[in-house]
């Protein structure tokens, strides 16, 4: 048990869902603060989490010929500078080394708060004909962006994220690998976090700082604001162009190619801990969960025995299933009470739990696999089909799995509203919060005003929205298209 956090109680969600939070994420030893202001330490249990994230995005990635790689997250400040947009977008968030061995360095350097820059360096070296295209780089590492509000996973100085980056020869090629990067991530957030999102285009002021196009990937938090979930882009040629990136073409013709970029972080466990998390602790969807399942002894008579059946039923699941093996723990360490160690596991969203006491072991009473989940019932298994258990197991995970999803597409399709007028906008970012869907006349001083007077941004305009016939929400002039609002986490 740790001693900073052991005797602390969790704060009710519905009472202070900051504090809430930030109970949780200390309590269930995901993270740590860390001694620079902003920063946090992944302890074991969380940075578990990342891994099965690395897990399943590696396996998507690989598919379609994604290679990964690492650059150096020390950036010489006159590369920034070689894309004024860029520069532009990041300075008020860069982190910058001027004193290097003791000594003034001649030349600043940057902490690496994205990678474009490095990566278009290197790749004017690597290309040269249109053989090499496309170019698929893909690098898991950390970036520091020095943020004013900092908060653990959603918001901190330095965090660890991936982040891809490919060339092609065409505009075409460009469009289709960053949509379908976002379409990976909408599906990582459904089979993997149990969740819904929304995907679209972001506006020209929030887009990415040299992007011609960015796609966006939206969660809708429990206290009604919206979290930027993942991105992909379409950036623009200046960066091929202003890095020297260039090819000959089947023609002999030398021409510029076209990049993208897109990345997730690990602000999206951020919002698994807030979406799923309830007033016990966390709630770990089954597919992300490093443990699945914890059986726990009751000890106090007959202990051998105890132990001797939980060892098997442990051994009963591996057998059915290898990826058991590791993801069930056997808790027969003598290190807390048995309503601690209930309590625990609970704290740490474990899917599922078996208690194991004499009359399992004796027969006279069925074994019980209870889920975290309290909507989900739990399952008995008896002496004679103890076998099944691999089975019943599996099958209560898939109902967990469908159930978190279900829970959070309900608050996020009943959290979706239209505004007809700006007194409504209003009314209802002030009460209800959530997605507002409004017409938006697409001009920035208007968006500008709007985030003034409501603290709500464009969010994004859903993918292959069509045209419609309506009046700007801000200044009535005529507009073409619903754009989503919401609060920014």
């Given at each position: 048990m740790d001693?900073a956090?052991?005797?602390?109680?969790?704060?009710p969600?519905s009472?202070?869902?900051?504090?809430?939070y930030?109970?949780v994420?200390l309590n269930a030893?995901l993270?740590?603060?860390?001694?620079?202001?902003?920063?946090m330490?992944?302890?074991?249990y969380g940075?578990?989490?990342?891994?099965?994230?690395?897990?399943?995005f590696?396996?998507v990635?690989?598919?379609d010929e994604?290679k990964n790689a690492?650059?150096?997250?020390?950036?010489?400040?006159?590369l920034?500078?070689k894309e004024?947009k860029?520069?532009?977008g990041f300075s008020p968030?860069l982190?910058?080394i001027?004193?290097g061995?003791?000594e003034?360095l001649?030349?600043?350097?940057?902490v690496r708060?994205t990678?474009e820059?490095i990566i278009?360096?290197?790749?004017?070296?690597w290309?040269s004909?249109?053989?090499d295209?496309p170019?698929?780089l893909?690098?898991?590492?950390?970036?520091?962006r020095?943020e004013?509000?900092?908060?653990?996973f959603?918001?901190?100085?330095?965090f660890?994220w991936q982040?891809?980056?490919?060339i092609h020869?065409?505009?075409?090629e460009?469009?289709?690998?960053?949509?379908r990067a976002?379409t990976?991530?909408?599906d990582?957030y459904?089979?993997?976090?149990?969740?819904?999102v929304?995907?679209?285009?972001?506006?020209e002021?929030e887009?990415?700082?040299g992007?011609?196009?960015?796609y966006t990937v939206e969660?809708?938090?429990?206290?009604?604001?919206a979290?930027q979930s993942a991105?992909?882009h379409?950036?623009?040629q200046?960066?091929?162009?202003?890095?020297?990136v260039?090819?000959?073409?089947k023609?002999g013709v030398?021409k510029?190619?076209?990049?993208?970029?897109?990345?997730?972080?690990?602000?999206?466990?951020?919002?698994?801990?807030?979406?799923h998390?309830?007033d016990?602790?966390l709630?770990?969807?089954?597919?992300?969960?490093?443990i699945?399942?914890v059986?726990?002894?009751?000890?106090g008579?007959?202990d051998e025995?105890?132990?001797?059946f939980s060892k098997k039923?442990?051994?009963?699941?591996e057998?059915?299933?290898?990826?058991?093996?590791?993801s069930?723990e056997?808790w027969?360490?003598?290190?807390g009470?048995?309503?601690w160690k209930?309590?625990?596991?609970?704290l740490?969203g474990?899917?599922?739990r078996?208690?194991?006491?004499p009359k399992e072991?004796?027969?006279e009473?069925?074994?019980?696999?209870?889920c975290?989940v309290k909507?989900v019932e739990s399952e008995?298994?008896?002496?004679?089909?103890?076998?099944?258990?691999g089975?019943k197991v599996?099958k209560m995970l898939?109902?967990?799995?469908?159930f978190l999803?279900?829970k959070?597409?309900k608050?996020?399709e009943?959290?979706?509203?239209?505004?007809?007028?700006?007194?409504e906008?209003?009314?209802?970012?002030?009460?209800?919060?959530?997605?507002i869907?409004a017409f938006?006349?697409?001009?920035?001083q208007?968006e500008?005003?709007?985030k003034?007077e409501?603290?709500?941004?464009?969010?994004l305009l859903?993918?292959?929205?069509k045209?419609?016939?309506?009046?700007?929400?801000?200044c009535?002039?005529?507009?073409k298209?619903?754009?989503?609002?919401?609060?920014?986490?």
């Amino acid at each position: 048990m740790d001693k900073a956090y052991s005797k602390k109680l969790l704060t009710p969600k519905s009472q202070d869902f900051s504090k809430w939070y930030l109970d949780v994420v200390l309590n269930a030893k995901l993270a740590d603060y860390g001694p620079v202001r902003g920063t946090m330490v992944l302890r074991p249990y969380g940075y578990s989490l990342w891994e099965k994230v690395q897990d399943y995005f590696n396996s998507v990635i690989k598919k379609d010929e994604v290679k990964n790689a690492y650059f150096p997250s020390l950036i010489p400040i006159s590369l920034l500078r070689k894309e004024k947009k860029h520069i532009e977008g990041f300075s008020p968030e860069l982190a910058v080394i001027t004193i290097g061995g003791g000594e003034k360095l001649e030349e600043e350097i940057v902490v690496r708060p994205t990678s474009e820059t490095i990566i278009y360096l290197m790749l004017s070296k690597w290309i040269s004909s249109w053989r090499d295209l496309p170019v698929k780089l893909n690098q898991w590492c950390n970036v520091v962006r020095w943020e004013k509000r900092t908060l653990p996973f959603l918001r901190t100085t330095e965090f660890l994220w991936q982040e891809g980056h490919t060339i092609h020869e065409t505009s075409e090629e460009a469009k289709e690998m960053a949509l379908r990067a976002l379409t990976w991530y909408k599906d990582l957030y459904k089979s993997l976090y149990s969740l819904p999102v929304l995907i679209g285009v972001k506006s020209e002021s929030e887009k990415f700082a040299g992007a011609s196009v960015t796609y966006t990937v939206e969660s809708l938090l429990p206290d009604g604001k919206a979290l930027q979930s993942a991105t992909s882009h379409i950036l623009e040629q200046n960066f091929a162009k202003n890095f020297g990136v260039s090819y000959q073409d089947k023609e002999g013709v030398l021409k510029y190619p076209y990049p993208t970029s897109w990345g997730l972080s690990t602000r999206s466990l951020g919002s698994v801990v807030m979406i799923h998390g309830d007033d016990n602790g966390l709630i770990l969807p089954p597919k992300l969960a490093p443990i699945k399942l914890v059986i726990i002894p009751v000890l106090g008579k007959d202990d051998e025995k105890v132990f001797t059946f939980s060892k098997k039923i442990k051994e009963l699941l591996e057998k059915y299933d290898s990826a058991f093996a590791g993801s069930v723990e056997l808790w027969d360490q003598d290190n807390g009470s048995f309503g601690w160690k209930v309590n625990e596991s609970e704290l740490m969203g474990i899917p599922l739990r078996i208690t194991v006491g004499p009359k399992e072991v004796a027969g006279e009473s069925p074994l019980t696999i209870t889920c975290r989940v309290k909507d989900v019932e739990s399952e008995e298994v008896s002496q004679k089909t103890l076998k099944e258990i691999g089975e019943k197991v599996e099958k209560m995970l898939e109902k967990e799995h469908a159930f978190l999803y279900e829970k959070a597409e309900k608050h996020l399709e009943e959290n979706i509203r239209t505004a007809k007028n700006y007194e409504e906008f209003k009314n209802i970012m002030n009460k209800n919060k959530g997605f507002i869907k409004a017409f938006w006349c697409e001009n920035p001083q208007c968006e500008a005003k709007i985030k003034e007077e409501t603290k709500a941004t464009t969010r994004l305009l859903p993918l292959g929205a069509k045209e419609e016939s309506g009046h700007c929400i801000y200044c009535n002039s005529k507009a073409k298209h619903l754009w989503y609002f919401a609060q920014s986490s």
